[in-house]
């Protein structure tokens, strides 16, 4: 099992920065994969960014130059990096770890920027 805690979300104005973390805990080991998924009201939930166990990562066209995924192995945390922010970047957003048969998540922390 392995459960997942985010924080760092709030209200910011366009053009700001947010940092968010995920707190990682439990079998750490079987994760192949980390990211960050968004959620914005009555959309589908979508990928924003990933990183894998080797170190490369990937983004979302949308959030290319803007955002930065990272991760600290001795924390056990997950960070995102958001910069120049738009109004649609706007949702909650969540942490997820891929293990071998599953995907975990987080509960989500909220995001929203106002124009």
């Known amino acids: 099992q392995v459960q997942l805690v985010e924080s760092g979300g709030g209200l910011v104005q366009a053009g700001g920065s947010l940092r968010l973390s995920c707190a990682a805990s439990g079998s750490m080991f079987s994760i192949n994969a980390m990211g960050w998924y968004r959620q914005a009201p009555e959309k589908q939930r979508e990928l924003v960014a990933t990183i894998f166990r080797g170190g490369s990562t990937n983004y979302a066209d949308s959030v290319k130059g803007r955002f930065t995924i990272s991760r600290d192995n001795a924390k056990n945390t997950l960070y995102l990096q958001m910069n120049s922010l738009k109004p649609e970047d706007t949702a909650v957003y969540y942490c997820?770890?891929?293990?071998?048969?599953?995907?975990?998540w987080g509960q989500g922390t909220q995001v929203t920027v106002s124009s």
């Open positions: 997820s770890a891929q293990g071998p048969v599953r995907v975990y």
